[in-house]
């Protein structure tokens, strides 16, 4: 209810808005939902990163934020269209593996 209220805008009523702001978080019970939500969020993020697993050609496992970084730049290598020259190259450099 007061975040549909504070949406709503009108000209020379900005220190009114800012006082409904403050008065919906003056409740202590919403400031520690709102902690705890943003406790769980670091926790879902870290523990989604971590999880992130890359192997490269020659075997090498990397976990987490390296992981992620060698993830992309495999994948950066073939970003592009899709024509008859990149995939002959795959085509061969899956036939010489």
Do not use: P
Request: net charge neutral.
């Amino acid at each position: 209810m007061y975040f549909y209220i504070i949406l709503e805008r009108k000209a020379g009523d900005e220190k009114c808005c800012v006082m409904k702001s403050k008065k919906c978080f003056l409740n202590q019970k919403i400031e520690i939902a709102v902690i705890v939500l943003f406790v769980i969020l670091a926790i879902t993020s870290i523990l989604t990163i971590n999880r992130v697993e890359y192997v490269d050609e020659n075997g090498n496992s990397s976990v987490g934020i390296s992981a992620v970084r060698d993830l992309r730049e495999a994948k950066n290598q073939w970003a592009g269209y899709l024509t008859a020259d990149t995939l002959s190259k795959a085509l061969e450099e899956k036939q010489d593996n």
